[in-house]
């Protein structure tokens, strides 16, 4: 697809920045209130976490579920989520999102601050992973960054997808893929696709709650 390179490059930034990744959880008291607020969600059961990253929001999923399984694909950010996270219930897993299955279903599916970095096109395949990995009334809960954090990054034009410049502290500079969900459009993207969805605005982010389609899987 069009946006093989940009999603190589996307991935080759989180590898390389692995161990800058935590920084903004250190400096920003949004994302404190907002990993605070994983306590007040609706989570149980088996849960999926999806791009988990350096295992942020692992520990509080563990504190919550009956078991967690936690997927990235960069080894290096994966290698720091095991360090951080003790919990015998959690299994770690390296896969590329845009092509692994579950092989099984899930009563939470969790992902944070990773729906912004899926290109649009591949949106409908992405919910369509979510809703096959759900067991029957599971539901999907997410949070990312909404139109307000565009502000932040040094967004990109004429590229195959919504995209930004990320730089490292090493003067290195990568593409990622960085789309700016409106609330009320991704309801109603959603919604479209045969989700029934709440999403509220925290802040400058929004915290989403979905249920699949009464025919998924």
Same mark, same amino acid.
Request: aromatic share 10%.
């Given at each position: 697809m069009?946006?093989?390179?940009?999603?190589?490059?996307q991935?080759?930034?989180?590898r390389?920045?692995?161990?800058?990744?935590d920084r903004?959880y250190?400096e920003?008291e949004?994302?404190?209130r907002?990993?605070?607020?994983v306590?007040?969600?609706p989570?149980?059961?088996?849960?999926?976490?999806?791009?988990c990253?350096?295992?942020?929001?692992?520990?509080r999923? =563990?504190?919550?579920?009956?078991?967690?399984? *936690?997927?990235d /694909?960069?080894? @290096? &950010?994966l %290698?720091?989520?095991? $360090?951080r996270?003790?919990?015998?219930?959690?299994r770690?897993?390296e896969?590329?999102?845009?092509?692994?299955?579950?092989?099984?279903?899930?009563?939470?599916?969790?992902?944070?601050?990773?729906?912004s970095?899926v290109?649009p096109?591949?949106l409908p395949?992405?919910?369509?992973t979510?809703?096959a990995?759900l067991a029957?009334g599971?539901? =999907?809960?997410?949070?990312?960054?909404g139109? *307000?954090?565009? /502000?932040e990054? @040094? &967004?990109l %034009?004429?590229?195959? $997808?919504?995209a930004?410049?990320?730089?490292?502290?090493?003067?290195?500079q990568y593409?990622?893929?960085?789309?700016?969900?409106?609330?009320?459009?991704?309801?109603?993207?959603?919604?479209?696709?045969?989700?029934s969805?709440?999403?509220?605005?925290?802040a400058?982010n929004?915290?989403?709650?979905?249920?699949?389609?009464?025919?998924?899987?």
């Open positions: 069009d946006d093989d390179a940009l999603l190589a490059e991935m080759a930034y989180y390389a920045g692995a161990a800058e990744y903004p250190a920003r949004e994302l404190k907002l990993l605070a607020a306590d007040e969600l989570i149980a059961g088996d849960v999926l976490e999806l791009a990253g350096t295992g942020q929001w692992t520990p999923l =563990a504190a919550r579920a009956r078991s967690v399984t *936690a997927v /694909a960069a080894a @290096e &950010v %290698a720091l989520a095991r $360090a996270t003790a919990s015998p219930t959690v770690f897993l896969a590329d999102l845009f092509s692994w299955r579950p092989p099984r279903r899930y009563d939470t599916v969790f992902f944070a601050f990773w729906l970095h290109p096109t591949r395949d992405f919910w369509n979510v809703a990995a029957p599971g539901r =999907a809960i997410f949070i990312d960054d139109p *307000a954090a565009a /502000a990054e @040094e &967004v %034009a004429n590229q195959p $997808a919504p930004a410049l990320r730089r490292l502290d090493d003067g290195s593409r990622i893929v960085k789309v700016f969900h409106d609330v009320r459009t991704l309801t109603d993207d959603l919604t479209a696709l045969g989700w969805v709440r999403i509220r605005p925290v400058g929004f915290i989403g709650i979905a249920e699949p389609p009464a025919t998924a899987g």
